[in-house]
């Protein structure tokens, strides 16, 4: 490729010296430039690049010695080639004047011509190989430039990758890890070491260390799927459970992959641990939560069955009455266990559910500590509120507008006592016999609570306290039988005789 033309000055107060140097150097197949005097030259200088400058050392205004030191002290111009022409014998003086002047070359007159073009040459192709090494350099900068800026941004987003994985790693509750099949060293990052529970500067991660944070009854086994690899395993998924410094156990499950060598050996097996003792611990409730509702529905059909065969009634219609009253009972506290997860059922809600039917019109009060009652307890003194809520209905304090009920109810000695108090009703005789509702209300309490029924006929209004152990409720009917169901059909078939 034809390379690119420097500029050539040529420096001479005389035209016909001027013309003879440009033939001699038309050959060269640059571009020459031409000055007449030295103030010129300076002219040229400032608007254009030149490569080599040929001056007469003899001018008049400003010789070739004058001319030079002004180029020189323009630091743009410090490295301009510059070669002396001079007609009159040149001393080693002279020269070594040149030379200071910044002069790299003397020509003497008469000039011969493939000395100069040779000379000129040889500071023209140095001129050119030097701004072309400057390019390249220019050209290697700007690309190691734009390498440092590429690399700059892949580390940037490394490292924003790296903390986007450690959120991810951390909201999540995993964690990876690295074992070094050769020299058995281990990795862990900070989300294995918060699974792990372990201090990372002051726990010593190794084989031994880790193994002993695992669960006695599952080191053995992810042991043996760790040595799987080496028989051609390339990867296993286990659950498993830690124990940690504190004494408190998580259930975990590890993903692990191998890397080996062509020989099968194991360089490598790397790993990330996710945290699932929640998990774990929901789908114990739940699995609790499904024996739960089984045992409860299974005694609520007991009861709902035992209220059918065991109701008495003057008629159909009474009957039906009866029936409704108390499997709708049932119905409410079951709902009302249902939003706790049949954990318990809060006794003040209890009892404004169960009166709910006839508290329209304000007779009804109820007062007392907040009290969380057992699932079985909940239920028995719902049918046992019901009953007497519907007695009072037919016969007592609510079935005239003056009369007036209160519940209230403490905690004593490990014991409930619930007091319901009528007045302002009809006037109260003592009943000759006790009918069902009565019957089956003192039967539950007795014997499926271990509690007492107490009933006080005064004339002005009945008294009933209900007085039930909380203590064995809360130990005694949560089993996984039908024991509060069976219980109860036993109550109500001891209440009818």
Same mark, same amino acid.
């Given at each position: 490729m034809e390379h690119e033309k420097i500029n050539? %000055?040529?420096?001479?107060? &005389?035209?016909a010296k001027l013309l003879a140097y440009e033939v001699i150097l038309k050959e060269l197949? #640059?571009?020459?430039? +031409? /000055?007449t005097s030295g103030r010129e030259a300076l002219e040229i200088l400032l608007k254009? #690049?030149?490569a080599v400058i040929l001056v007469d050392v003899c001018m008049p205004e400003l010789d070739g010695f004058e001319l030079a030191a002004m180029i020189r002290e323009h630091p743009r111009f410090q490295k301009i080639a510059i070669i002396f022409i001079s007609a009159i014998q040149v001393s080693d003086f002279d020269r070594l004047r040149g030379y200071e002047m910044g002069a790299v070359d003397y020509v003497p007159v008469p000039v011969v011509p493939e000395v100069l073009r040779a000379k000129i040459k040889v500071f023209a192709e140095l001129y050119r190989k030097t701004r072309q090494l400057e390019r390249l350099n220019a050209e290697l900068e700007d690309r190691v430039r734009a390498r440092t800026a590429e690399l700059e941004r892949s580390t940037a987003q490394l490292v924003e990758s790296e903390q986007r994985r450690s959120m991810a790693i951390a /909201?999540?509750?995993?964690g990876s890890w690295d074992w070094d099949g050769v020299n058995g060293d281990w990795m862990l990052d900070d989300g294995q070491y918060r699974i792990f529970g372990v201090d990372p500067h002051s726990f010593e991660v190794n084989s031994t260390n880790i193994m002993a944070l695992c669960h006695p009854e599952d080191s053995v086994r992810l042991q043996d799927m760790i040595a799987d690899f080496s028989k051609g395993t390339k990867s296993f998924e286990a659950e498993f459970r830690i124990k940690r410094p504190d004494g408190e156990q998580r259930w975990c499950v590890a993903t692990a992959a191998a890397t080996t060598d062509t020989a099968g050996r194991v360089l490598r097996v790397s790993g990330v641990t996710v945290d699932i003792t929640d998990r774990k611990n929901a789908e114990e409730r739940q699995m609790l939560l499904t024996r739960e509702v089984d045992h409860r529905a299974k005694n609520a059909l007991a009861l709902a069955q035992s209220i059918v065969r065991l109701t008495r009634a003057e008629d159909v219609q009474a009957y039906v009455r009866a029936v409704e009253g108390r499997i709708s009972a049932l119905a409410r506290v079951h709902t009302i266990l249902s939003l706790s997860s049949w954990q318990g059922a809060e006794i003040g809600r209890l009892v404004a559910e169960e009166v709910a039917p006839y508290a329209n019109g304000g007779q009804i009060s109820s007062s007392g500590e907040e009290l969380q009652l057992q699932p079985a307890t909940a239920q028995t003194l719902a049918l046992a509120l019901h009953e007497l809520v519907t007695n009072s209905a037919k016969y007592g304090a %609510?079935? +005239?507008?003056?009369? &007036?009920?209160?519940v209230s109810w403490s905690v004593e000695?490990?014991?409930?006592? %619930?007091?319901?108090? #009528?007045?302002?009703g009809p006037l109260v005789h003592v009943p000759t016999s006790r009918g069902f509702g009565t019957r089956s209300l003192m =039967?539950?309490? #007795?014997? &499926?609570?271990?509690?007492? =029924?107490v009933f006080d006929w005064r004339p002005e209004g009945l008294i009933c306290r209900l007085l039930v152990p909380i203590a064995r409720t809360a130990t005694g009917t949560d089993g996984h039988a039908t024991h509060a169901g069976v219980a109860a059909v036993a109550s109500l078939q001891r209440a009818v005789g």
């Amino acid at each position: 490729m034809e390379h690119e033309k420097i500029n050539i %000055l040529l420096v001479d107060d &005389q035209p016909a010296k001027l013309l003879a140097y440009e033939v001699i150097l038309k050959e060269l197949g #640059e571009k020459l430039v +031409v /000055a007449t005097s030295g103030r010129e030259a300076l002219e040229i200088l400032l608007k254009t #690049e030149i490569a080599v400058i040929l001056v007469d050392v003899c001018m008049p205004e400003l010789d070739g010695f004058e001319l030079a030191a002004m180029i020189r002290e323009h630091p743009r111009f410090q490295k301009i080639a510059i070669i002396f022409i001079s007609a009159i014998q040149v001393s080693d003086f002279d020269r070594l004047r040149g030379y200071e002047m910044g002069a790299v070359d003397y020509v003497p007159v008469p000039v011969v011509p493939e000395v100069l073009r040779a000379k000129i040459k040889v500071f023209a192709e140095l001129y050119r190989k030097t701004r072309q090494l400057e390019r390249l350099n220019a050209e290697l900068e700007d690309r190691v430039r734009a390498r440092t800026a590429e690399l700059e941004r892949s580390t940037a987003q490394l490292v924003e990758s790296e903390q986007r994985r450690s959120m991810a790693i951390a /909201a999540g509750k995993m964690g990876s890890w690295d074992w070094d099949g050769v020299n058995g060293d281990w990795m862990l990052d900070d989300g294995q070491y918060r699974i792990f529970g372990v201090d990372p500067h002051s726990f010593e991660v190794n084989s031994t260390n880790i193994m002993a944070l695992c669960h006695p009854e599952d080191s053995v086994r992810l042991q043996d799927m760790i040595a799987d690899f080496s028989k051609g395993t390339k990867s296993f998924e286990a659950e498993f459970r830690i124990k940690r410094p504190d004494g408190e156990q998580r259930w975990c499950v590890a993903t692990a992959a191998a890397t080996t060598d062509t020989a099968g050996r194991v360089l490598r097996v790397s790993g990330v641990t996710v945290d699932i003792t929640d998990r774990k611990n929901a789908e114990e409730r739940q699995m609790l939560l499904t024996r739960e509702v089984d045992h409860r529905a299974k005694n609520a059909l007991a009861l709902a069955q035992s209220i059918v065969r065991l109701t008495r009634a003057e008629d159909v219609q009474a009957y039906v009455r009866a029936v409704e009253g108390r499997i709708s009972a049932l119905a409410r506290v079951h709902t009302i266990l249902s939003l706790s997860s049949w954990q318990g059922a809060e006794i003040g809600r209890l009892v404004a559910e169960e009166v709910a039917p006839y508290a329209n019109g304000g007779q009804i009060s109820s007062s007392g500590e907040e009290l969380q009652l057992q699932p079985a307890t909940a239920q028995t003194l719902a049918l046992a509120l019901h009953e007497l809520v519907t007695n009072s209905a037919k016969y007592g304090a %609510l079935s +005239v507008l003056s009369g &007036q009920i209160s519940v209230s109810w403490s905690v004593e000695d490990d014991h409930l006592d %619930l007091v319901w108090v #009528e007045t302002g009703g009809p006037l109260v005789h003592v009943p000759t016999s006790r009918g069902f509702g009565t019957r089956s209300l003192m =039967a539950s309490v #007795e014997s &499926q609570l271990g509690g007492q =029924a107490v009933f006080d006929w005064r004339p002005e209004g009945l008294i009933c306290r209900l007085l039930v152990p909380i203590a064995r409720t809360a130990t005694g009917t949560d089993g996984h039988a039908t024991h509060a169901g069976v219980a109860a059909v036993a109550s109500l078939q001891r209440a009818v005789g």
